[in-house]
């Protein structure tokens, strides 16, 4: 085994030195697909390195003894050493990472003694990347193959540190769970496919990914990138595609999972101990298949690669109680991809990607006795659903000269996403919300009566989403710099995109109710319930009226430069600028955000290789980070919505309707049996010009990581890094009309088009526009202190431990722990103690009063994670992995009316940090129980078959831990704390796998 401790002291120059004098780090473009190889020879020998695509790259070893060869396509790679046109030593199997340097260093041929060819396995490479400053994880194909972890880009992100599971509120385009890096909201993170950004562009929940079997590489870059990168202030899921080589490889599987062998859910009982929902019957299967093949189309100049995967599930879901309800649902998630390599000649190559995933959902629904758990007749069919989305990407690289290298690359991506009402919908009956916020007097029970119609809203079926990436990058080796110059566009489009009640009634009964049956229902516009027949206790209901309808762009521009210096042998600085721009345009194509002016987002790296062997670096980085607004803003925050509610008292509830009976309408500032729109949302198209605050800035945050890594002996290594990262910028809307007239009426202006809600920046004074009625525009300005809100502040600090054992043909483990903290006054955007995904619109910046307590642990705050995983080949047959997880619960919150009299000052129900009548700072509530995870995978090769064919067991959640995820936060009895949801319970998969 060679070992890089016994190299001779002619040769123990810094690796880092050799890194970045060769110009090794700043060409790893952005979103980076490739690796890059470097080391120190003999001066004056020549090295060559060649994959298993034929493509040969060849460099001389300079008089300092240093080589390096960058922008390589991820492969395996043979690393030869030559003197005067003979062979003198060689590493085979060198495998590379994306975004990363890989050093293979030789002795020289003196003390060597290299008398003839030698060949060297290189399993015994440095494990510690001196050349990069960021924080990264990378799990490759080969780890992704034996850990016992979900088939989704973010359940591999979940093996990083400071990752931790979203709220389940939340999903992504095809139904996945989101995840939460370094404290940031799900909506905060970026994805990308080969180098492609395929973030959802509606909401940025989410991206597309690639079949599981297709995935090479997927990086998880949570701080510390380089100004190539942007748009995220939360981390980056960067998924390599798998491409084809010089051999033929084929293969498939077929994954099942039994019903029979799944854990029982738990029931959902309120605090009165009513049983709300029946889940033990909420279980299914899921059978999926996949296939790859891959080779050359021409040897060593055309390579073809594709997979595909097919995957469905089928299983029963028990509506709660109220409904009455249950559903035999069939999801098909199918997806492909498929990858052309042209060498054009060791200088040129060009790539060629597509790939396509969808999410489909048809379902049946039928009556259910949830006391004597059994299904009852065929009702009618649920709204079918489907996601499809597709994207494809052209790249060329060109290695200009040994100095010099260019990049470009262009792609697109579609999203169609398709929504159809059963034929045997029922418009005429009405959707019930709320049944639990009956009058129990009436109702009968907690739990309320409901019906059963299961839709409330749907979508126009032509919605579709788009998106288009182009990028140039171009990098030059300039002594000890290595400068890095490019832009990054991208334009993102929400086309017929809209929601509406689609009964005949064109609306849903809303039940609520007042703690304080005195209070207003919307101070100063709705009169208090109490007054009223049925009212006497605080209940109400109202006639819910939705509607929604744009297509609106968004275009994205960004510039970079960055400089890798080395600045001593042992030291690398890295100096990175980044200029973004934004603009969001409405239905009609005008602009109401114009992010143009420069905004500049610094970073700044080091990475010291203390010894000069790879063996211990030391790094930091400090940097700014914007965030654009997604395309589903403008959809009620610059387009046309309805918004609006009738209210009444009622005497009665029709036991099977649902609806209520004895109507007496509620006065109102219009009158009684008004439409009331809190947020003055009846329908009409607003201004763009007047949509946002004239100084509305773009959301940003400041990052600082200082870390170390450490080789411990040639099979341990350890680590450690602190993070501390500062939103410094928000954009939410605030909706205080009755501030906003004020103001304007003292400014003589017309209030007739007055807005109900403004985006803004919170924290910050803020001048609004309003149409002057002569084709110009006059203003009012509010201060901060007159908007009544404190800064936005979300802070979140970390202190990362690992300790690693690389795989040494027996076995391999990585052990992890985090301590956390995310404190503050926001999440971000999106709210998710109440599962407000209004992306930059949620409710707490509309009303002062709202915000007030508002500042603690923010929701996606864990203080402990613990993480471990690893695998054991017991031998070439028998192989052996495992998943732990410990991660400490998040902090809830008691929301309820407002102040000691229990009140509704800004809207009526249990959205204030108020709780029983006393103060209830953000994430004072308790915290949620520990999420426990022990998941294993055992998989047999047998001999007989050459090891192609394996047989596999998987077993997650061994032990059936099943903990509440997210609970009912409202302070309405007796639903408060309710659980919403628990752990999946175990589950067993069964593989079969072949590989030729």
Known sequence: MFHFQNRGAALRRSSLAIALTMGLTGVAFAQSTTG????????????TVANDTGMTRQVAVDSSGRYRITNLPL????????????????????????????????????????LSSVTVTANALPAIDVSSVDSRTVITSAELDRLPIARTAEAIALLAPGVVQGSSFFTGPTGNPLVSIGGSGVSENAYYINGMNVTDPLNGLGGLSLPYGAIEQQEMLNGGYSAMYGRSDGGVLNQIGKRGTNEWHFGGQVLWTPESLKGDPHNISNSAGALYQYRNANKGWNTTADAYVGGPLIKDKLFFFAAAEASKSQDTYVD???????RERTYHDPSWYTKLDWNINDTNILELTGASTKHSYNGEIYDYDSTSHSQGDHLFGDTHTKTSAMMWIAKYTSYITDNLTLSAQYGKQKTDLYSELSSSFDPNLIYIYGPSSQNPAISGSTTGIGNTQAVDTTTDPAHQTKGANYRLDLSYVLGDHTITV???NQRTQDLNDGDYVPTNAGYMWEYGQMTNPSSEIISGQV????????????????QYFYKTAASVRVEQRAQYIEDSWQVSDRWLVKLGLRNDQFTNYNSDGAPYIRQTKPQWAPRLGFSWDVNGDSSFKVYGNAGRYYLALPTSVALRGASGSLYTRVYYTYTGIDPATGYPTGLTPIDTIKGPGAQISANNEYGQAPDPNTVTARSLTAQYQDEYILGFDKQFNDKWSYGAKATYRSLKNAIDDTCNYQLFFD????????????????FFNPGRGATFQLPDGNGGYGQFTLS?????????????????????????????GRFMYTFSRSYGNTEGQVKSDIGQQDIAATQDWDYPVLMEYAGGRQHNDHTHQFKAYGTYQFSKEWNLSGLVSLISGAPTNCSGYYGPDETAPAYNGPYYHWCGGKPAPAGTAGDLPWQKNVSLNLEYRPNFADNKLAFSVYANNVFN???????????????????RGYNNPRSIRFGVTYDF
């Open 743 to 758: 103001k304007a009426e003292a400014a003589g202006l017309d209030t007739d088009q007055l807005r109900g809600c403004y």
């Open 486 to 488: 490019g832009i990054d």
């Open 784 to 812: 901060a202190k007159e908007l009544g809100f404190a800064h936005a502040k979300r802070d979140y600090y970390a202190l990362d431990l690992y300790v690693e054992h690389p795989f040494d043909g027996k076995w391999q």
């Open 961 to 979: 831990w099943q903990e509440p995820t997210y609970v009912y936060e409202y302070y309405l009895q007796p639903n408060y704390r309710r659980p």
């Open 75 to 114: 492969g395996n790679y043979t690393v030869t050493l030559q003197k005067d046109g003979a062979v003198v030593d060689t590493r085979k199997n060198v495998g590379l990472t994306v975004n990363a340097g890989t050093e293979v260093s030789f002795a020289s041929a003196a003390n060597a003694q290299a």
């Open 527 to 542: 009169d208090a319930p109490g007054a009223y027949p049925g009212g006497a206790e605080g209940y109400y209901v109202d």
């Open 36 to 47: 890059s190889i470097f080391g120190q020879a003999e001066a004056g020998q020549t090295v």
């Open 320 to 326: 709660p109680k109220s409904s009455g309800t249950s």
